[in-house]
């Protein structure tokens, strides 16, 4: 049977509960937003890249910055379908957030790892999506600024891009 593309289960088969998986809602959000950026709906479409772009720094954040203290585990030490970072400044677990407190966050995947490749996309994301809100959402759309909507655009296939390099070889470039 196809799967129900809403909920993911087979037509018939009992709902399951929800699976946090950042990788697969980024990719998800990413072919979303390219679909609607395709046909000039592109405050939609920069919304769902910038939760693409969240999602899939996440889901790199979640599998190569663990030692550095990036998680599910919160600070009360159970496990959490959010994840949770070591904030070097306080010393304390905190949950990590939205993209524009990802920026701190996003430095842990440099540590040792000095691919330029990454280092670029890395700050070419974090650059674009400063000022991005996931409250944008309710806006009534008049503060379009077409070129930095391509720019975000061209950081989410970035984003995008280094997601499947990891999902085809295991490693980050």
Known sequence: MPDDENT???SGDE???PTTDY???GERHFADGSH???????????HLFGLAVECLMKGLLERF??????????????DSPRL???DPDTGR?????????MRRVLPLLLDGRPGPSLTEALTRVSADYEQWLVDDRYTDGTHLDEPLLTRRQEAAVLAHDLHLHVQFTGKLP
């Open 23 to 25: 990788s697969c809602a």
């Open 8 to 10: 993911g289960a087979a």
């Open 84 to 86: 949770w970072w070591d």
């Open 15 to 17: 709902p399951r509960e």
């Open 93 to 101: 677990r905190k949950p990590l957030g939205h993209i524009a407190e």
């Open 36 to 46: 609607l950026h395709g046909r000039g709906r592109l405050l939609t479409a920069d």
């Open 65 to 78: 910055a663990g030692p550095q203290g990036v998680s599910r585990r919160n600070s009360g030490g159970s």
